[in-house]
């Protein structure tokens, strides 16, 4: 189990680095078709831990220095150049895929980005089912959720004021 657990960490810290690759590449879109180019955020994984000190004391060792959270409240985010992880200790059952619209990767607001409302209204254009559902009526801060085929959850998760496009 512990080689699935360092696969999976591996795995995903893969995806951090190739999503926070600068270069930016457009969806393949079949020609005679328009589509809405997601913005999807700063990309993070937060991963549920079973021990937060001994988590957040493994990951310094890779220089992994935390930029936020409370360990007393058993969560905390660590970074690493462009990398970012959350370690959470009884909080999620799975490890989570987070995307932060609106956000620089050091929790910067942008002044221009696509709203969470916006991303969701398009995925469920394009027939995505979601698990959790932002407040279409609303605006600023708001999240929503949905399933990878596999069941990996991924989380959209804007924490400022929306936009003005």
Known sequence: MQALTIFTVAGALALVAIASDTTTRSPQVPQGKATTALELGIFSVSLTVKDIKASKAFYEKLDFRQVGGKLEQNWVVLQNGTTTIGLFQGMFDANILTFNPGWTKDKQALKDFQDVRELQSTLK???????????????????????????????????????KR
Not at 129 to 137: G, I, K, Q, W
Request: aromatic share 6%; charged share 15%.
């Open 125 to 163: 254009q394009r027939g995505i089912a979601l698990t959790t559902e932002a407040d279409p009526a609303t605006t600023g801060p708001a999240s929503f959720t949905l399933a990878d085929p596999d069941g990996n959850m991924i989380l959209f998760d804007q924490h400022v004021p929306s936009p």
